[in-house]
């Protein structure tokens, strides 16, 4: 995850993909501070994991070590309040 040619950058947002296999999609974002970002929503479901940083999703905090699990198409909405390191899978969750 330290190569930087590894990472895509796209409106902001850097990502890593890390695994693909079907509808499920794996990969670490970089946010910086006081970025905001909307994931769409997946029929899948979304879990993101804070690796480092402080994150507001969808109003609520969350810092560092933190994790939450969100149903299928519920809206995603981010707002790093410090630079922020996330592990975010999509696609595996029942409807």
Same mark, same amino acid.
């Given at each position: 995850?330290?190569d930087?040619?590894?990472w895509?950058?796209?409106?902001?947002?850097?990502? /890593? @993909?890390?695994? =693909?296999?079907?509808?499920?999609?794996?990969?670490?974002?970089?946010l910086?501070? +006081?970025?905001?970002?909307? #994931?769409?929503?997946?029929?899948?479901g979304?879990?993101?994991f804070v690796v480092?940083?402080?994150?507001?999703?969808?109003?609520?905090? /969350? @810092?560092?070590? =933190?994790?939450l699990r969100?149903?299928?198409?519920?809206?995603?909405?981010?707002l +790093?309040?410090?630079?922020? #390191?996330?592990?975010?899978?999509?696609?595996?969750?029942?409807?």
């Amino acid at each position: 995850t330290r190569d930087a040619a590894l990472w895509q950058s796209m409106d902001g947002v850097e990502s /890593l @993909p890390l695994h =693909s296999f079907g509808s499920e999609r794996v990969a670490m974002l970089r946010l910086a501070a +006081a970025q905001q970002h909307c #994931l769409e929503s997946d029929p899948g479901g979304i879990e993101i994991f804070v690796v480092d940083g402080r994150l507001r999703c969808n109003e609520q905090l /969350l @810092p560092a070590d =933190s994790w939450l699990r969100l149903p299928a198409h519920e809206p995603v909405d981010l707002l +790093a309040e410090s630079a922020s #390191l996330l592990w975010l899978k999509r696609g595996h969750l029942p409807g």
